[in-house]
């Protein structure tokens, strides 16, 4: 495959912002603003329910999605038609989760925005492996890990700034400017991705194995994956689970920990909150750019080992401190673990998918985005506010589910020592 232009690549990964910046809008700033709102003697449960049960919506929609993908046949091509679909469906799941009265319409909003956004998310991210080269995929997804972490920084920043000052001047109604802001950036970046970033029109799905299937027989094979003969993508598959899983559960419930423990308003937790993304966005901007380099000049594996290290170690500060200068630095340490994984762990995803079925695989491969996420909410609902209230504590239950998001970064770099590392011609 011809190497593409530097160009060409920033604009493939232009959508990974606008899902980022949606996503960190939407969780846990305003999941937890909407969630301390409706349910305020249960918001830990309820904000890990809610989000576990949208994840497993994701889990079911990304692979069929990608099957349908893979062999769509449009005047504008295999992936686009989904990613404009996919955008309109978020804006309008945004402001339904923003004016839910109740919790279940709070629920409502959040399986729609699941749904919408990885009809949109299993397309798009099947552009890398279908318009880049093996040699220039590191540096690809280091591209789409530094959209990540911008997205992660001006998401938690933006959602900050309007639930402290938005609501203080327009009350409740100040959380549509939450919703409105994802809103504007996938309007404008749906438009730069169909003018500079779409597959050729014969880039179908001829060249998919089973591409002479039916839509129906290729469906019923839409979650299946034979690890033993792809045993790389077994290990990658744990090794994600266990990272991934580690960062929400600290991610999510962090703003409701602030509050709770470290006894600041909810107004101070989401400024902080922002600010902390703030801060630490440019330092992993580059580590992430480093790691994409690094990971195509000596391959994933040792890039994906440091990662879970240098993430454990970060994790289990965090277990100690309550200076907000020492959150800062554990916070800190733990994002240059995850600077480094972003790039190291989706380069080698787009490695070993087959490219006639990137859309189905990547969409299986976030299964194991889903599943980590998903544990880790499930967790933080059932263990915070109940040993908490069981105990007596404001951080027993934090600082458990704290505990086991620091093994499971360790675990998470054990299990990759078996991957063989290959670099990419």
Not at 111 to 123: E, M, T
Not at 169 to 182: E, M, S, T
Not at 225 to 237: A, K
Not at 333 to 355: E, N, R
């Amino acid at each position: 495959m011809k190497k593409i232009s530097f160009l060409r690549m920033f604009v493939i990964s232009l959508l990974g912002f606008a899902l980022t910046f949606s996503s960190n809008i939407q969780d846990p700033p305003l999941m937890t603003f909407k969630t301390r709102q409706l349910a305020p003697d249960m918001p830990n449960t309820a904000l890990g329910f809610l989000s576990f049960v949208g994840l497993l919506v994701a889990m079911l929609v990304q692979p069929i999605v990608g099957v349908l993908s893979d062999r769509a046949r449009t005047k504008l091509g295999r992936r686009l038609p989904f990613i404009i679909g996919g955008a309109v469906l978020i804006a309008a799941s945004l402001f339904l989760l923003a004016a839910a009265p109740t919790l279940g319409l709070l629920l409502t909003g959040v399986i729609l925005i699941q749904f919408s956004s990885n009809v949109l998310q299993g397309p798009w991210q099947a552009l890398i492996p279908d318009l880049v080269p093996g040699g220039q995929r590191g540096t690809a997804s280091s591209l789409k890990a530094v959209m990540d972490i911008i997205a992660l920084v001006v998401g938690g920043l933006v959602a900050g700034k309007i639930l402290s000052a938005g609501i203080e001047r327009w009350g409740d109604n100040g959380v549509y400017l939450a919703a409105a802001a994802p809103t504007a950036v996938f309007f404008i970046f749906v438009i730069f991705t169909a003018l500079w970033a779409r597959e050729k029109r014969d880039a179908a799905g001829e060249s998919a194995p089973g591409a002479t299937q039916t839509i129906g027989e290729a469906l019923k094979g839409a979650f299946s994956i034979n690890f033993r003969e792809n045993p790389i993508f077994g290990w990658w598959f744990a090794n994600r689970i266990l990272f991934w899983g580690a960062f929400i559960a600290i991610n999510s419930f962090l703003i409701n920990y602030l509050v709770d423990v470290i006894k600041m308003t909810e107004t101070d937790a989401q400024s902080f909150y922002g600010n902390l993304k703030m801060i630490l966005g440019g330092a992993l901007i580059v580590l992430a750019l480093l790691s994409g380099w690094l990971s195509d000049k000596f391959g994933r594996k040792p890039v994906m080992l440091v990662a879970g290290l240098v993430s454990f170690a970060g994790a289990f500060l965090l277990l100690f401190v309550r200076d907000q200068t020492l959150i800062t630095v554990a916070g800190g340490i733990v994002g240059m673990g995850i600077g480094a994984f972003l790039s190291a762990s989706w380069a080698l995803a787009t490695d070993i998918v087959p490219k006639g079925e990137a859309a189905r695989y990547l969409g299986i491969a976030n299964i194991a985005t889903c599943i980590g996420s998903g544990v880790a909410r499930l967790l933080g609902g059932v263990l915070i506010d109940p040993i908490n209230k069981a105990l007596g504590s404001s951080s027993s239950g934090y600082l458990l589910l704290f505990a086991l998001a620091t093994v499971c970064f360790l675990a998470s770099a054990l299990v990759i020592i078996p991957l063989p590392n290959k670099k990419k011609a």
